[in-house]
Structures are given as structure tokens and as C-alpha cells.
């Protein structure tokens, strides 16, 4: 089983987490309840197995908890990943919601890189404020050593948006850590 459990905690927040890739149970609870749906989305899409339990400073924002999140899911997907053979490496999927489309695609290739062009139609989402799904994004990038990129053209409605886009990156991740036919590593430099 590829799997990965991360306990993080700073000042500002408090994070502890079990992924595995290959399925499982889904807890996810960071006090931000439109944050909680979308992280619930993106693992029951991706087929991903997550527990997640964050504490953060939510009297300032949800910045630094939606960053840390970030920052911890992906290290979880990183470990989990190993040296990152067997797997398919690249995914793309298209998620239309409503008035919303999101585009993704990926490449699992130790060279962390987020491009970005969302622009949320309301400045918050419940608690959630809404620019802060790029800092997710961004530090989840990094951290796993994903280039993600992730495109929402247009939309009304930043919860569709913004649930469009989790659920893309869900299905194309699903697609990229997917086995591949000869368990090799899809690499001309036989490294990644």
C-alpha cells in the first residue's frame, strides 16, 4: 500500500494526516467547513484514502490553514509516492460545474511548479476565503513536487469554481499515481 502519515505543528496550526493513495476511509476536519467539502470531494474523486484533523488560527484567517494543509498533503503524497516508479505520471481532466469549467493537468515530476488562472467570483466561500485555494494549491505544489496546472476560464459562482477545480485535480491525480503496464519509471533520464 503507498501510504504516508505527517504530523506537523507550528505555532499557527496543528496537523495530523494519513493518506493512502490506493483507497480508504475519508475524516477530514480543519474548522472550515466549506474547506472541509472540498478536501472531502478531492479524496473521494481522487480514490484517495484521508484522514485529516487541523487546528489553526482561524480568529486571524484561514490562510495559514489552508497553506498548511497544503504543505502537509503534500509531503503525505510525496512519501507515498516513493521514487515514483510504476505510475502513469501525467494526468489531465476537465470538470464542468454549472456555470464553472476547470482544466488541470499534471506531471508527477520532482519539479514542483503551480500555474494558477482562477479568479473566484465572490471573495468567500462560508468561512473560506476564496484566494486562498491558490495558496493551497501553491503550497501543495511545492511539497509533493507536482507542476500543476490548473485553469478555470470562467464562471458566476465561486463555490462551482472552486469545487470544479478540487475535482479536477482529483481525477487527474487519480490518473497520474495510477500503475502503469510495466511498473517502469516513465523517465529518458531513468530518474525523476
Not at 63 to 81: C, M, P, R, Y
Not at 146 to 162: D, E
Amino acid at each position: 500500500m503507498r501510504t504516508a502519515k505527517i504530523e506537523r505543528n507550528t505555532k499557527e496550526t496543528q496537523i495530523a494526516l494519513e493518506l493512502c493513495l490506493d483507497g480508504g476511509e475519508v475524516e477530514i476536519s480543519t474548522g472550515i467547513g466549506f474547506f472541509d467539502h472540498m478536501l472531502t470531494a478531492f479524496a473521494h474523486h481522487g480514490g484517495f484514502g484521508l484522514k485529516l484533523k487541523a487546528t489553526g488560527d482561524l480568529e486571524v484567517d484561514t490562510h495559514h490553514t489552508a497553506e498548511d494543509v497544503g504543505i502537509v498533503l503534500g509531503k503525505a503524497f510525496n512519501e507515498a509516492l516513493g521514487d515514483m516508479s510504476g505510475i502513469t505520471r501525467y494526468g489531465s481532466f476537465s470538470i464542468p460545474m454549472d456555470d464553472s469549467l476547470a482544466n488541470v493537468s499534471l506531471d508527477i515530476s520532482n519539479r514542483p511548479f503551480l500555474v494558477y488562472n482562477a479568479t473566484p467570483a465572490q471573495e468567500k466561500c462560508g468561512d473560506f476565503e476564496s484566494c486562498c485555494a491558490e495558496e493551497f494549491w501553491r503550497a501543495f505544489a511545492m511539497n509533493s513536487k507536482i507542476t500543476l496546472h490548473i485553469n478555470v476560464p470562467y464562471g458566476n459562482n465561486a463555490h462551482h469554481q472552486l469545487e470544479a477545480e478540487f475535482k479536477a485535480v482529483a481525477h487527474a491525480l487519480k490518473i497520474a499515481v495510477s500503475r502503469n503496464a510495466d511498473g517502469s519509471l516513465l523517465s529518458t533520464k531513468g530518474v525523476l
